[in-house]
């Protein structure tokens, strides 16, 4: 099976192709360029590997919510080549990577990732992890740090930490459960969870490809 990830929701562009049982990455470590170079590259890798476009038979990539320009970017592309080749298009959510990531590490089920958006906000997304479901219990929130409510029966995954730990004065700190989330656009990690997690179709379907603003207009 040949899937073309396309991560371009953090601060670098990142494109793995899955050739049989051979993945191939790339990424430029300016994002913020993604729009430019995203075909191009994308034409380069399929190239390198002798494969076309018409050769895929899946697209996914990260549908936030995160940067609102990147996932729109990678949504787009997705969007072109799925409903050009009729091929399924997914996009996979950054707070369930997050979740599956720390799943996969610690096997602890109760999970509530927490990712940096802009400003003061950030996302939250709850879960409790069922035979590798990742979806959360509820949707996806936009909020600030002074409105989270920390416990200590939970594990906490986030990527901004100090951040937090300026707003909120806890008490019990030092015996909430916190993990420290390092990764930036990853296609290959979207490759390992669709691996695990998705069960393709074999049609284009619009539905799949919208990215996840978390409830916010843009």
Same mark, same amino acid.
């Given at each position: 099976m040949n899937i073309l990830s396309v991560d371009s929701s953090g601060p670098s562009l990142s494109i793995a192709l899955k050739k049989g049982d051979k993945t191939i990455l790339f990424s430029d470590s300016e994002a913020r360029k993604a729009s430019r170079i995203i075909l191009s590259n994308i034409d380069k890798i399929m190239s390198d590997n002798s494969l076309k476009v018409s050769d895929l038979d899946a697209f996914i990539f990260n549908k936030g919510p995160a940067s609102f320009t990147g996932t729109r970017i990678s949504a787009s592309v997705g969007q072109a080549i799925g409903y050009s080749q009729d091929i399924p298009v997914i996009g996979i959510p950054s707070l369930s990577v997050m979740? +599956? $990531? #720390?799943? %996969?590490?610690?096997g602890f089920s109760k999970i509530t990732c927490i990712k940096k958006a802009y400003g003061d906000k950030i996302y939250v997304g709850s879960y409790d992890i069922d035979k590798k479901k990742y979806s959360a219990l509820k949707d996806i929130t936009l909020c600030t740090a002074k409105d989270l409510v920390l416990d200590t029966k939970t594990h906490y995954v986030c990527d901004c930490w100090s951040e937090i730990l300026k707003? /909120?004065? /806890? %008490?019990?700190?030092?015996?909430? $459960? %916190?993990?420290? #989330? *390092?990764y930036e656009s990853n296609a290959d990690l979207l490759l390992e969870y669709a691996k695990d997690n998705i069960s393709f179709g074999d049609a284009f379907d619009l539905k799949e490809?919208?990215?996840? +603003?978390? *409830?916010?207009? $843009?």
């Open positions: 979740a +599956y $990531v #720390y799943f %996969k590490q610690s707003t /909120l004065d /806890l %008490k019990d700190w030092d015996k909430i $459960v %916190k993990h420290e #989330y *390092n490809t919208f990215p996840d +603003y978390a *409830n916010h207009t $843009v």
